[in-house]
């Protein structure tokens, strides 16, 4: 599975930004993609995550109503809609896939087998 994520930019603050990320290869509907961020100096953190067959849908709670994950099956591409952005939403984004649809642990890292080259984000103040 290859993924490639793009859509990344420098925003002012209160601006919006759509994070892309485009499966190829042998793709599943039974993964669940994922979105994951890391800041300078920081661990990679979990943001948002999407089942393909149900469309189910998990966020970490500093990106809870404003920002917003979606999937497309039939371009089999993940979609992260980001409002409201924060000067601590910048990092650079990463789209991951899990090869389990469901797990209760989805926000760990090592749980993604395939991951994208990641995406900058930089929000100014």
């Known amino acids: 599975v290859q993924l490639q994520a793009s859509g990344g930019g420098l925003v002012q603050a209160g601006g919006s930004l759509r994070l892309s990320c485009a499966a190829s290869?042998?793709?599943?509907?039974?993964?669940?993609l994922g979105w994951f961020r890391q800041a300078p100096g920081k661990e990679r953190e979990f943001v948002a995550r999407?089942?393909?067959?149900?469309?189910?849908?998990y966020y970490t709670d500093s990106v809870k109503g404003r920002f917003t994950i979606s999937r497309d099956n039939a371009k089999n591409t993940v979609y992260l809609q980001m409002n409201s952005l924060k000067p601590e939403d910048t990092a650079v984004y990463y789209c991951?896939?899990?090869?389990?649809?469901?797990?209760?642990?989805?926000?760990?890292?090592?749980?993604?087998?395939?991951w994208g080259q990641g995406t900058q984000v930089t929000v100014s103040s």
């Open positions: 991951a896939a899990d090869p389990a649809t469901y797990r209760s642990n989805y926000y760990y890292p090592s749980n993604y087998v395939y």
């Open positions: 290869g042998r793709t599943s509907s039974r993964y669940a």
């Open positions: 999407i089942t393909w067959t149900d469309g189910d849908t």
